[in-house]
């Protein structure tokens, strides 16, 4: 129902209205930046008004004749109108509700939203010269509150018990992490037949004696995976290699890591899981790493070695700039993971200094290759991406190095990527123990003849370098170096139970996680999206180990958060890429893990899901794992929730996946003020974080302080006091929850909000105070029901606080079923302030 008498008087009050915004120099002088023609078309009145900004003076036109340009629509009625200029007007609902319908470069026009707020006093003062004053009273009323339950106030606050809860396993240091990865180059010599040679023997004895271990059962795992006959390869490679070189290896990777030149005592205390291991006993077998010799680490997830050794190629070529390069060694199944395809083309896509050798044992696990790839010639898959790739066999040792340390040269020379097949044999199983029974008796006999240790002996001893006598005693050498391991190993204690609870987090600056919510001083008015993008820029400027990569992020992404920023910073520093979640988030965390601090979005937080690997096993694991020798300072940035007419797959409140993952964190801003201060933190961590952005914030104006700040991260806000009932909420939930306690507070009810702003962790004395204040607990999320944000919230407070509920909590969230695409559908999923307020009053 339209407020207005009729369209002539419609008209008249939004001319008059345009008339002093263009007369009011403290509006204009906001407006003048964006050069733009919006049309407001209303459709109970069959008129459209054009607000024109484009020339030197701004001007505006009703219904002009033929079709006149225009850059942004907005469709609406006079009601949805009257509201927006009252400042009654949820904007993101009203989209969401499609009571604004917005079409064209909705973005540019939601600029203009910050510049239009000292307009709204300008309003009122129109209606009243307009003889509407009854329409500024109407509104005036109802906002008036009226008390009616003064009974509900509590005679004190009753106790709860944090002690109850898990703890949250961060540490803290007193300043901000500023050191830089060393990136000084040595020359990595030839190496001699002889050391090539001892080095097949270390691999081959340090493998035997862990067979023997595991039978024994000295060895604290079910699974160790032996590269028992490919020791060559290792060899050949990881020799031609220098200690800043990069290095991801597989679960089989224990003979590369010992050729790059790890510790042999730390690595086998690792294996056997002692506190002196490489590790600190957190990794094992198949994640031993040496950051100190640029191994990045073994890793237990066929294929993401890949990514991580992309990122690690981002960071030589673009913040070292030196000529190390980055090797990743798989193995022939590895070919057929979506992370091979993705990570190798990024990799010749950006140009790469990253050295791929696959290592063809003709096994993946139990499958012979002519069974798990329809391609069995895996050099050609290389080809595909136009990367130069050579395929050689592992028999002949020498000749194998020699071929390597060309191919690393010409690398080293040019800065391009190399792609080497390797063919070889593992004369044990895939996991030790197991019997092999798929592996023809005859083909085994045939490789252990072939064995290449023997051939290079053979070979040395035509050539006069090697005789009998020096290899009894390059044997006991080697022998030797491995019992004093052993011995080691075995002396070594276990880790201390203490120990578990470290290394799930980098050690954070106190700075980052102190502090409040208020501010002083001058503030300006901002959308949502401008902040982020004003974080951005500012981190980046401060920061040059800082980039930004995600799909089509130069030319601002999906929603033009990140526009302008290529010309800033360059195309070294804001990259578009693939549409290729995997390489996005597995790339970053490879950068990440070897000094740089990524920025990488996600088009949509529905597409998450793609790249869970690298979230969940790679970002959140790696600190852990490597027993804190990297960390991953990495922010994941990605719009989340619906209410845009996209449906199930592009609509998904993801926030509650990543809530309680142990090394991730995550962080979610309801306006501009809290999207800047907590963006910057994110990006400041040492700690991977998901920072979620939802779609229908990025238009809401809000003050932020025109000095740079910090907010916390962890902690949580109330932005509403009150006595009676507390409700908890994040993103979205926040807006309508105000609205919601605003309802309330007519019915005489004092609700008090809370903003999460941190999901994880989560800042559950925030809320106990307040539910030990109020006695009632509302939580409120756009998620479904089942397993949400909510749920925790709830186990949390009656856990440590039950005595302190005078009432069962309420938990308002979203039916469970996906998001529809018609919009009543859509609409349905959505808590509106009305039904939220009917179940809050319910509760009294």
Known sequence: MTPYK?????????????????????????????KIIVKFRYTDFDTSLFIDNSGETPTYYWDPEGDAPFDVEMIQNSE??????????????????????AKGS???????????????????????????????????????????FRWLKRKGPRSYDLGQLEPFPLAFRDEMSEDKPSTKASAAKAPEPLEILRT????????????????EGEIPTEAIHLSIGQEAVAAAVCLNLRPTDYLNTTHRGHGHIIAKGAELKRMMAEIYGRATGLCKGKGGSMHVTDRSMGVLGANGIVGAGYLLGLGAGFAIKHHEKSDNISVVFAGDGSVNQGMFHEAMNMIALLRLPVLVVVENNLYGEFTRIDRHSAVTNIQRRAASYAIESYQFDSDDALSLSERIREIIEKMRADGLPRFVEVKTYRYHGHMEGEPQ????????EEFLRKDPIAKLEAGLMDHGILDEEKKRQLKKEVDEKIQKAVHFAQQSSPPDISELLTDVYTPESRELYEGDFSHTGRTEQISVSEAINIALSQEMERDERIFLWGEDVTLGGYFNVTSGLIEKFGSSRVIDTPISENAIIGGAVGAAMVGMRPVAEILFSDFLTCCMDPLVNQA???????????????????????????????????????????GLMAVAPSDAYTAMGLLKSAIRSDNPIIFF?????????????????????????????????????????????????DQLSRAGIDAEVIDLLTLYPMDTKRILDSVAKTGRLVTLEEGHFTGSIGSEIISRVTIAGFNLLKHPPLKIAAPECPIAYAKNLENAM???VQTVAKKIEKMF
């Open 830 to 832: 959505l808590p509106s």
């Open 437 to 444: 029974s798929y592996k023809p008796k005859e083909e085994q």
């Open 693 to 741: 952005e939802h779609k229908l914030l990025y238009a809401e104006a809000g003050s932020v302080p025109r000095e740079e700040y910090l907010l916390p991260l962890g902690k949580a806000r109330v932005i509403r006091r009150g006595d009676d009932v507390t409700i908890v909420t994040y993103l979205l939930g926040v807006k309508i929850a105000l609205d919601v306690a």
């Open 6 to 34: 009729d369209k002539q008087e419609f008209v008249k009050i939004l001319s008059a209205l345009w008339d002093r915004i263009f007369s009011t120099p403290e509006v204009m002088e906001k407006l003048g930046g964006e």
């Open 80 to 101: 949805t109108s009257h509201k927006f200029w009252m400042e009654d007007l949820n904007v993101p609902m009203a989209i969401a509700t499609r009571k604004v319908v």
């Open 106 to 148: 909705v973005q540019r026009a939601l600029k203009l939203l910050p510049a239009l707020k000292p307009a709204f006093k300008l309003y009122p003062e129109i209606l009243r010269e307009m003889g509407r004053d009854d329409l500024v009273q109407k509104a005036a009323a109802k906002k008036r509150k009226r008390r009616r």
């Open 200 to 215: 097949m023997y270390t691999i081959r004895a340090f493998e035997e004696h862990l067979a023997r271990a595991f039978k």
């Open 620 to 662: 959140a694991k790696l600190r852990y794992m490597t027993g804190g020798q990297v960390r991953i300072p990495l922010t994941v940035r990605t719009p989340v929730g619906s209410g845009v007419g996209m449906a199930a797959q592009h609509s998904q409140s993801m926030e509650r996946f990543f809530m309680g993952i142990p």
